[in-house]
């Protein structure tokens, strides 16, 4: 990764985000990159951030550009004489996605074709863009966006042409703690004695923002263009979350939300046939073209068996409320005051 990293010019669209936030915090602290670009149209996110980054960008390499995705000329200003693009910027949130169709679309579907343009027109040489595991056999539009958006990143590098450049998705779940996710909006409920939940059954793939962080890092390392990839993370329970939180307030079934699953797939039936196995992650292979047929793309990996499937239900891993409860006290000062 440090030839990778090292000396490069690396852009983050959404990169006020929580996941944009941690990338750069990281990459800062592990690797010695030409520059950060933080590309996002929140100007007083831009203006926090800057004073939150201020005491660890010793060398002074990071940029902040404002701008969005659905416009492509400043895409193609922005991405000028870039290495790298990760594409983090999204409208995420379920219910608003539903209720927002028009501007969820031009956003996660229409934004994702300018990215995939204007890195093709300035030559970028790798293009990481973040999925969901909503994608998988979707159910709401913010799904279907996401997987409308997967589709255009995969297909992407057969428009490249002669440009020298890879585009590749990593699809993860339920990252923890991240703006707008289930643990902070418990922890706010926890403190009025009632969380509500949807429905008692309810399980979510569960990864940290660093082990999200990490599997751009492989997939920048590793791809050769049009690999979805999927880490190896455990699922838990909505209501154990909840447990975890605050072992005295009231849990509340309140019914599932508009555009709302039971339980989360990342790799479906379908997809499997394409899907291959490695020690910490999976990674689908593109079903065009004839690429997943690629030695290159599928490397030391196992195929999958027939039939297979990765849902937080059927996972073979799962976190505990203790483990949940250690990485709670390590992120929120005031955890025990919520319990």
Same mark, same amino acid.
């Given at each position: 990764m440090d030839k990778i990293l090292n000396g490069k010019s690396i852009l983050v669209t959404g990169g006020t985000g929580s996941f944009g936030k941690k990338f750069i915090q990281m990459t800062l602290a592990k690797f010695s990159p030409q520059k950060l670009i933080v590309l996002s149209r929140d100007e007083m996110k831009q203006w926090d951030m800057q004073k939150e980054f201020a005491g660890i960008d010793k060398k002074g390499i990071l940029r902040y550009f404002i701008g969005d995705v659905r416009d492509r000329d400043r895409l193609n200003l922005a991405f000028q004489e870039v290495d790298y693009v990760i594409h983090a910027a999204a409208t995420k949130i379920v219910p608003t996605a539903e209720y927002n169709p028009f501007e969820t679309i031009k956003t996660n579907v229409l934004g994702a074709m300018n990215v995939i343009e204007s890195s093709i027109a300035q030559k970028v040489k790798r293009v990481i863009a973040l999925s969901t595991d909503k994608a998988c056999n979707p159910i709401n539009l913010y799904g279907a966006t996401k997987l409308c958006s997967d589709k255009l990143f995969v297909a992407g590098n057969a428009y490249a042409g002669i440009h020298d450049i890879r585009?590749? @998705? @990593?699809?993860?779940? &339920?990252?923890?703690?991240?703006?707008?996710?289930? /643990?902070?909006?418990?922890?706010?409920?926890? =403190?009025?004695?009632?969380?509500?939940?949807?429905?008692?059954?309810?399980?979510?793939?569960?990864?940290?923002?660093?082990?999200?962080?990490?599997?751009?890092?492989?997939?920048? *390392?590793? #791809? @050769?263009?049009?690999?979805?990839? /999927?880490? =190896?993370?455990?699922?838990? =329970?909505?209501? $154990?979350?909840?447990?975890?939180?605050?072992?005295?307030? =009231?849990?509340?079934?309140? *019914?599932?939300?508009?555009?709302? !699953?039971?339980?989360?797939?990342? /790799?479906?039936?379908?997809?499997?046939?394409?899907?291959?196995?490695? $020690?910490?992650?999976? !990674?689908?292979?593109? $079903?065009?073209?004839?690429?997943? &047929? #690629?030695?290159?793309?599928?490397?030391?990996? !196992? !195929? #999958?068996?027939?039939?297979?499937?990765?849902?937080?239900?059927? &996972?073979?891993?799962?976190?505990?409320?203790?483990?949940?409860q250690v990485w709670l006290k390590n992120e929120y000062p005031d955890y025990d005051t919520v319990r």
């Open positions: 585009f590749a @998705v @990593v699809r993860y779940g &339920n990252v923890m703690g991240s703006r707008g996710s289930v /643990i902070p909006f418990f922890i706010e409920k926890a =403190k009025t004695g009632e969380i509500p939940i949807t429905d008692a059954r309810m399980t979510r793939f569960m990864i940290t923002l660093e082990q999200a962080v990490e599997l751009v890092w492989l997939a920048l *390392g590793d #791809c @050769v263009g049009g690999e979805i990839y /999927i880490p =190896k993370i455990p699922s838990m =329970k909505v209501v $154990d979350i909840a447990g975890a939180v605050s072992q005295t307030a =009231k849990q509340a079934i309140i *019914g599932v939300r508009p555009g709302e !699953k039971l339980h989360e797939f990342m /790799i479906g039936e379908d997809d499997a046939r394409h899907a291959y196995e490695y $020690d910490a992650y999976f !990674k689908i292979l593109p $079903d065009i073209y004839n690429w997943h &047929n #690629c030695s290159q793309r599928i490397g030391q990996g !196992k !195929k #999958c068996t027939e039939g297979f499937s990765y849902s937080s239900a059927n &996972n073979q891993e799962w976190m505990t409320q203790e483990q949940l």
